[in-house]
T-cell receptor
Framework: SQQGEEDPQALSIQEGENATMNCSYK?????LQWYRQNSGRGLVHLIL?????REKHSGRLRVTLDTSKKSSSLLITASRAADTASYFC????????????FGAGTTVTVRA | DTAVSQTPKYLVTQMGNDKSIKCEQNLGHDTMYWYKQDSKKFLKIMFSYNNKELIINETVPNRFSPKSPDKAHLNLHINSLELGDSAVYFC?????????????FGSGTRLTVV
């Protein structure tokens, strides 16, 4: 069953602006992961954040995790046209045998 | 050097046919997966193998049969293809099965059943 749900479904921003998307999930998790999918391509792993972590950074990406609210956010700073893609959160939970369960994604369009 | 490679990239076939998709990873990972992505981009796990052993078998019609000849390969055979099988199928791998590692995905196989 689908565990994570991203919000918004779609986001359009100007190059140089920041993009923020959120993910909510239903059950306790072991970790939460964010992936990027460019059109017609496979998914690329961006960041993994464990349940005992609150924030992680990777380059222009910042991920937060609030286990009390069962939510996570992905912030892309100083966006570029190449950031145009769909972004998915995925959760791994012991209750689900650690199967990585994906949300439906946020489609981000960065306008030049 | 593609880390997870799938073939073919595109597959167009008629209803009722049998087809196979192949996947290979050169990362030395222990675990491999098949995911199905529908037209709304929703990804659903189908199967997972850990060191050639089937560990996840979701509610998938038994027309779908995975095979892992060794831990670097995971193939998917589909019998009696139906229109509803049209989707993009992704192979992925991870270091271990406990969900503590990120997955590396192949570029997908777009299956169209006509």
């Amino acid at each position: 069953s689908q565990q994570g749900e991203e919000d918004p479904q779609a986001l359009s921003i100007q190059e140089g602006e920041n993009a923020t998307m959120n993910c909510s999930y239903k059950t306790s998790i072991n970790n939460l992961q964010w992936y990027r999918q460019n059109s017609g391509r496979g998914l690329v792993h961006l960041i993994l954040i464990r349940s005992n972590e609150r924030e992680k950074h990777s380059g222009r990406l910042r991920v937060t995790l609030d286990t009390s609210k069962k939510s996570s956010s992905l912030l892309i700073t100083a966006s570029r046209a190449a950031d145009t893609a769909s972004y998915f959160c995925a959760t791994a939970a012991r209750s689900n045998d650690y199967k990585l369960s994906f949300g439906a994604g946020t489609t981000v369009t960065v306008r030049a | 050097d593609t880390a997870v490679s799938q073939t073919p990239k595109y597959l167009v076939t008629q209803m009722g046919n049998d087809k196979s998709i192949k996947c290979e990873q050169n990362l030395g990972h222990d675990t491999m997966y098949w995911y199905k992505q529908d037209s709304k981009k929703f990804l659903k796990i189908m199967f997972s193998y850990n060191n050639k052993e089937l560990i996840i078998n979701e509610t998938v019609p038994n027309r779908f049969s995975p095979k892992s000849p060794d831990k670097a390969h995971l193939n998917l055979h589909i019998n009696s293809l139906e229109l509803g099988d049209s989707a993009v199928y992704f192979c992925a791998s991870s270091q271990a099965a406990q969900g503590s590692y990120g997955y590396t995905f192949g570029s997908g196989t777009r299956l169209t059943v006509v």
